[in-house]
C-alpha cells in the first residue's frame, strides 16, 4: 500500500492506475477505522480493480462546540488495517493540503442540507459536501463507498453528485452493528460502560418502530410516538430528534411506506449517536 499526503502524488498514481482500464473505487473516511469502514473497503475491493482509502478529519465540518480537537486519531492502527485488506492507496493530507491558505470557496447542497443533522448542527454538511467535492476531484474515482449510518450525508452527496453531474457512482453500503444492535461509530470510543449499555436504545427504537410498522401501523406521529416511548426508558439518554422523511429528500412524511427513512439521534452522556433504518415489510 502505498501512502500520500500530496494531491499530484494521488492524481499521478490514480491516472497511472487507470491507464491499462482499471476501475478505481474511493472510500473517505476521518480515521478511527472500525468494521463499519473495513466493510466498505471491502465492497470497493470487491468492484473495484483499484482502491483509494482517505484519511482526513475535516476541521469544516465541525461546529465551535463540537469535537474536532478531540475526534480519535489512529493513523497507525488505521494503516495496518488499510494495508492487511490490500488498499493500494491511502491518502493522508494535512489541513493545509485541502485547504490552502486564503481559501473562501465552499459547497452547498441548498436545504436539504438544513434537514436532520443539518438542522442541529448548522453548516456541517457544508464542510461536509466541500471536501468531499474536493476528494472526489482530486481522486476521480469511477464508484465511491459510504455507509448507510450516516444516511442524511448519503443523500446530500448523491444530490451533489447529480445536480454537479459529476462522473462517480455512489455505493451505500448496510450499517454494521455490535451484536446487541449498537451501529459501529468511531464516537464509541467516548461512552463509558454504563453508557455503552445506555446507547442500544437508538437501535432497540428503531427496531420498535420497524416492528409496529410491520403489524400496519404507517402514521409517522403514531410511530414517532413508539420511538419516544422507547427513549422514554433510558432517562439520561437525551433525544435530538427522531424522524421519518423520505430518503431522498430528507422532508418529513406524514404516512410511512415501503423505504421511508426513519432517522434518529440522541446524546448519551456528552456523546451524539445517530442511527436509522428504511422501512421495509
Do not use: W
Not at 263 to 270: E, H, S, Y
Request: charged share 25%; with cysteine; net charge negative.
Amino acid at each position: 500500500m502505498k501512502i500520500v499526503a500530496g494531491i499530484d502524488e494521488v492524481r499521478a498514481a490514480v491516472r497511472a492506475a487507470k491507464q491499462p482500464g482499471k476501475t478505481v473505487g474511493f472510500v473517505p473516511t476521518m480515521g478511527a477505522l472500525h468494521a463499519g469502514h473495513i466493510s466498505l473497503v471491502r465492497a470497493a475491493k470487491s468492484q473495484c480493480d483499484f482502491v483509494v482509502v482517505s484519511i482526513f478529519v475535516n476541521p469544516t465540518q465541525f461546529g465551535p462546540n463540537e469535537d474536532l480537537a478531540k475526534y480519535p486519531r489512529t493513523f497507525d492502527a488505521d494503516r495496518q488495517k488499510l494495508e492487511a485488506e490490500g488498499v493500494d492507496l491511502l491518502f493522508a493530507p494535512g489541513v493545509e493540503e485541502m485547504y490552502p491558505a486564503g481559501a473562501v470557496t465552499f459547497v452547498t447542497v441548498e436545504g436539504i442540507s438544513e434537514r436532520l443533522d443539518g438542522r442541529s448542527r448548522p453548516g456541517h454538511f457544508r464542510g461536509v459536501t466541500t471536501v468531499v467535492a474536493k476528494l472526489f476531484h482530486i481522486v476521480e474515482p469511477d464508484l465511491a463507498f459510504f455507509g448507510q449510518k450516516d444516511a442524511a450525508q448519503v443523500a446530500i452527496i448523491t444530490r451533489m453528485v447529480r445536480d454537479l453531474m459529476l462522473p462517480v457512482k455512489i455505493i451505500v453500503a448496510p450499517i454494521v452493528r455490535e451484536s446487541d444492535g449498537l451501529a459501529l461509530s468511531s464516537r464509541n470510543v467516548y461512552l463509558s460502560e454504563q453508557e455503552r449499555k445506555e446507547a442500544t436504545v437508538l437501535s432497540r427504537a428503531l427496531r420498535e418502530v420497524e416492528a409496529r410498522y410491520m403489524a400496519g401501523e404507517h402514521s409517522s406521529a403514531k410511530l414517532i410516538e413508539v420511538a419516544t416511548n422507547v427513549f422514554a426508558q433510558e432517562a439520561s439518554v437525551r433525544v435530538d430528534y427522531i424522524e421519518i422523511v423520505n430518503p431522498e429528500t430528507l422532508e418529513p412524511i406524514s404516512i410511512a411506506k415501503e423505504g421511508s427513512l426513519v432517522a434518529v439521534a440522541a446524546f448519551v452522556g456528552a456523546t451524539r449517536l445517530i442511527d436509522n433504518v428504511a422501512l421495509s415489510l
